[in-house]
């Protein structure tokens, strides 16, 4: 097999391939005693009876279009190999002579290649500015005192909504005897203690989670990738099709529609758009940074993921769930955070 390849760009080719005569024999002998096999000739058993009688019988225009379809699917599958091509949509095939030997083009689009400059330079200083603030987090007496006074709240609402009182709530203070009602606190100041630590870890998780977000921006930022339309555009639909069912159906998304956009649902797909490039750059910069670290799931790691997200669904949704899918989703939930793992320690 000869072929031509035009790249059009990052992520989309051209291809004009060639079989010879004698190439594309095999593949049309093969796909002719598949026919072979299926004829019935009265006097025979079914596919028994002899290669020149059984030639007579079979249909010749199946046998080609077999033999076409498995010379083309060939022929692609050794050309993505050679250039290390993960195709990402059916490619789209013209045969263009099938007379003497056999030639096709094929439109073909695949994952885009994303060449990182030096990221770690990038994460480092990120990193440095994300410690430094961390570092000066404090929590305030009054945020204490406000989570505490919700606290309470929280507990007296409770308890008169129980007994159906309707007098005016008098603001309580936090006493031994109360905090010990809270859990395995022994005083108030325990309680507290405790209260504090958790705004000031909710605070560094907070910290944490910009400095992901400006990681993943800024590498975004300085990588050139050309994300094939069709990614943006199924990514597009799927949003799409995610808010019409959380609206609950068509009616319900056109109303939508129509008091957020002026009934211009292009405005929101265009919003779609942006961020669906956004998030298409993301999951392959990861990916591209975990291929080359070697950073992998193991294999326990994603199925403690896995029943995690499936002890979270009702018994009948759970009874329902494409496992497949769920593996797929646990892999990557998990390969993500790695990732950040080891981009956060640089």
């Given at each position: 097999?000869?072929?031509?390849?035009?790249?059009?760009s990052?992520?989309?080719?051209?291809?004009?391939?060639?079989?010879?005569?004698?190439?594309?024999?095999?593949?049309?002998?093969?796909?002719?005693?598949?026919?072979?096999?299926k004829?019935?000739?009265?006097?025979?058993?079914?596919?028994?009876?002899?290669?020149?009688?059984?030639?007579?019988?079979?249909?010749?225009?199946?046998?080609?279009?077999?033999?076409?379809?498995?010379?083309?699917?060939?022929?692609?599958?050794?050309?993505?190999?050679?250039?290390?091509?993960?195709?990402?949509?059916?490619?789209?095939?013209?045969i263009?002579e099938?007379?003497?030997?056999?030639?096709f083009?094929?439109?073909?689009?695949f994952?885009?290649?994303?060449k990182?400059?030096d990221?770690?330079?990038?994460?480092?200083?990120?990193n440095?500015?994300?410690k430094?603030?961390?570092?000066?987090?404090?929590?305030?007496?009054?945020e204490v005192?406000?989570?505490?006074?919700?606290l309470?709240?929280?507990?007296?609402?409770?308890?008169?909504?129980?007994k159906e009182c309707?007098?005016?709530?008098?603001?309580k203070?936090?006493t031994?005897?109360?905090?010990?009602?809270?859990?395995d606190?022994?005083?108030?100041?325990e309680?507290?203690?405790?209260?504090?630590?958790?705004?000031?870890?909710?605070?560094?998780?907070?910290?944490?989670?910009k400095?992901?977000?400006?990681?993943?921006?800024?590498?975004?930022e300085?990588?050139?990738?050309?994300?094939?339309?069709?990614?943006?555009?199924?990514?597009?639909e799927n949003?799409?099709?995610?808010i019409?069912?959380?609206?609950g159906g068509?009616?319900?998304y056109?109303q939508?529609?129509?008091?957020?956009?002026?009934?211009k649902?292009?405005?929101?797909?265009?919003?779609?758009?942006?961020?669906?490039?956004?998030?298409?750059?993301?999951?392959?910069?990861?990916?591209e940074?975990?291929?080359g670290?070697?950073?992998?799931?193991?294999e326990?790691?994603?199925?403690e993921?896995?029943?995690?997200?499936?002890?979270?669904?009702?018994?009948?949704?759970k009874?329902?769930?494409?496992l497949?899918?769920v593996?797929d989703?646990?892999?990557?939930?998990v390969k993500?955070e790695?990732?950040f793992?080891?981009?956060?320690?640089?």
């Amino acid at each position: 097999m000869d072929s031509k390849i035009n790249k059009k760009s990052g992520s989309e080719a051209e291809i004009e391939a060639s079989l010879t005569e004698e190439e594309f024999g095999e593949f049309f002998e093969n796909s002719a005693r598949d026919e072979m096999a299926k004829v019935e000739i009265k006097g025979f058993r079914k596919g028994q009876a002899p290669e020149k009688i059984a030639r007579e019988y079979i249909n010749y225009d199946k046998a080609f279009e077999k033999a076409a379809e498995r010379a083309i699917k060939t022929s692609l599958k050794k050309i993505t190999e050679e250039n290390e091509w993960d195709l990402i949509d059916a490619p789209k095939v013209e045969i263009s002579e099938a007379k003497k030997g056999f030639k096709f083009k094929a439109s073909l689009v695949f994952l885009p290649e994303v060449k990182l400059n030096d990221y770690k330079r990038i994460i480092k200083e990120l990193n440095k500015e994300t410690k430094e603030k961390i570092e000066k987090i404090t929590v305030e007496k009054k945020e204490v005192e406000e989570a505490v006074d919700w606290l309470l709240h929280s507990r007296e609402h409770n308890h008169k909504e129980e007994k159906e009182c309707e007098h005016k709530e008098e603001k309580k203070e936090l006493t031994d005897e109360i905090a010990k009602t809270f859990g395995d606190f022994k005083t108030a100041e325990e309680l507290k203690k405790s209260i504090e630590e958790g705004i000031k870890t909710e605070k560094i998780i907070r910290e944490a989670d910009k400095n992901r977000a400006k990681i993943i921006n800024k590498i975004s930022e300085e990588t050139k990738i050309d994300v094939p339309e069709v990614m943006i555009k199924k990514m597009t639909e799927n949003m799409k099709e995610e808010i019409k069912e959380s609206l609950g159906g068509e009616e319900k998304y056109n109303q939508y529609i129509e008091k957020n956009f002026k009934g211009k649902e292009e405005e929101l797909l265009k919003k779609f758009k942006d961020q669906s490039l956004k998030e298409i750059k993301a999951h392959l910069i990861i990916d591209e940074i975990a291929r080359g670290e070697k950073i992998m799931p193991e294999e326990k790691e994603v199925e403690e993921e896995m029943t995690k997200i499936l002890n979270t669904m009702p018994v009948d949704k759970k009874n329902e769930a494409d496992l497949k899918k769920v593996y797929d989703y646990s892999f990557g939930k998990v390969k993500n955070e790695k990732v950040f793992k080891f981009l956060e320690k640089i």
